[in-house]
């Protein structure tokens, strides 16, 4: 039963894998950002599940002669994922002849199908599989042990990437909730936790676990890749991609040279924040919710990154947090002066584009949800 199960789950994870692959490719709008990357992902995956359906099905035994080679294609996955997340964080060509690197990966398995499985005949070929002769340590452990510390250290360094890019977006954006990746970011851990958990499982197989153990570890891989593919096919078409301009920023690299007055006296910097001050308090530029520290910076006549500097040095804090503090105070003091006004109508005018963004900010500053402070002031 569980093995028919996972069956039934790879033929629909190859099916939808040919839908989105093929959409990828013909719909000219869906060619964005990443697209080369997510579509290799996909074909990394369907070669993958292909070559599990050629095993399952039995069609192993009739047509041995290219088995296992597709999984090779499986060694571009942790790559791939990798170079999909770079070209949404930073600017990055979309191909270059260095990511030919990554390739390095497949060289092992290449070399152990070159020695041991194609030169043989297809009788030979069917005679292992059929006596368990190509059941071997090399086979059952160091192989599949091998292709998930690739794909396990390539899923690590896309989430600390992730990571990166989200702290970069709090020194420039004051509302990052539909900017920072945060469902890739989810899917990527999920899926780091779920590789560490086979590696343990390949590690123990036919050792430690139990045969039924076995499958019901097969079942939940298979259910959460049909999860991630389709996982990141919806992020893919929804999510806001930032601009070019946004990116050269987080980068690091706003595309000006570094200005005389960067390194000014602390008098001129105190003045600097205090007109900073005077600005977010009488001319209230954080009700904007789609602020960013370009357009303060403008009102203020001086470069970004002198404003970044000066709120990371005057306040200890980045962009971000600065700005919802004044959001949070704003709140607060509508929330005493209309004790009758929805909470989420104060939150939208208060600068928050979101429920959940406001809910977070207001119990990280305040240590009390919304209606819990308009409990208190009540009573």
């Known amino acids: 039963m569980t093995f028919d199960l996972e069956i039934f789950i790879n033929v629909a994870t190859v099916f939808q894998l040919v839908i989105f692959s ?5 719909i000219r709008n869906l060619h964005r950002e990443g697209y080369i990357y997510l579509l290799i992902i996909l074909c990394a995956f369907l070669f993958g599940k292909s070559d599990d359906l050629w095993q399952q099905t039995g069609l192993i035994f ?97 989430v600390r990437k992730l990571d990166k890019f989200g702290l970069g977006l709090e020194k420039w954006f004051s509302n990052i909730e539909d900017r920072n990746l945060s469902g890739l970011r989810h899917l990527l851990s999920l899926f780091g ?20 153990i076995s499958a019901y570890v097969a079942l939940l891989l298979s259910g959460y890749h049909l999860v991630l593919i389709n996982g990141l096919y919806l992020e893919f078409l929804t999510h806001k991609y930032p601009s070019k301009e946004s990116l050269k920023v987080l980068d690091g690299k706003p595309g000006h040279k570094r200005l005389p ?6 008098e001129a910097s105190d003045q600097l924040a205090e007109d900073l001050q005077k600005a977010v308090k009488t001319q209230k530029p954080f009700l904007d919710p789609n602020l960013t520290i370009s357009d303060l910076a403008k009102l203020l006549r001086v470069h970004p990154r002198q404003i970044s500097n000066l709120i990371n040095s005057n306040f200890q804090s980045n962009f971000f947090e600065y700005i919802n503090r004044y959001r949070i105070e704003h709140a607060q003091t509508e929330i005493k002066k209309q004790p009758g006004r929805a909470i989420l109508d104060i939150a939208y005018d208060s600068g928050f584009n979101s429920k959940s963004a406001f809910n977070s900010a207001f119990k990280r500053f305040t240590q009390l949800t919304p209606s819990g402070y308009r409990k208190i002031y009540r009573d």
């Open 62 to 158: 009739q047509y041995p002669t290219w088995v296992f080679t597709a999984s090779l294609f499986s060694l571009m996955l942790g790559p791939a994922i990798y170079l999909y997340i770079r070209s949404r964080t930073e600017i990055s060509p979309a191909l270059d002849w260095r990511h030919l690197f990554h390739l390095v990966w497949i060289i092992p398995g290449l070399l152990f199908l070159l020695v041991n499985w194609w030169p043989l005949s297809v009788n030979e070929k069917r005679g292992l599989l059929s006596s368990g002769g190509l059941s071997t340590l090399t086979t059952r452990i160091l192989l599949p042990v091998y292709a998930d510390a690739v794909l396990l250290s390539y899923l690590i360094a896309s």
């Open 193 to 212: 936790l779920m590789i560490i958990f086979h590696l343990v499982w390949s590690l123990g197989r036919g050792y430690l676990f139990e045969l039924e």
């Open 261 to 266: 007055d960067e390194q000014s006296d602390s």
């Open 22 to 26: 093929f959409a990828i490719v013909m």
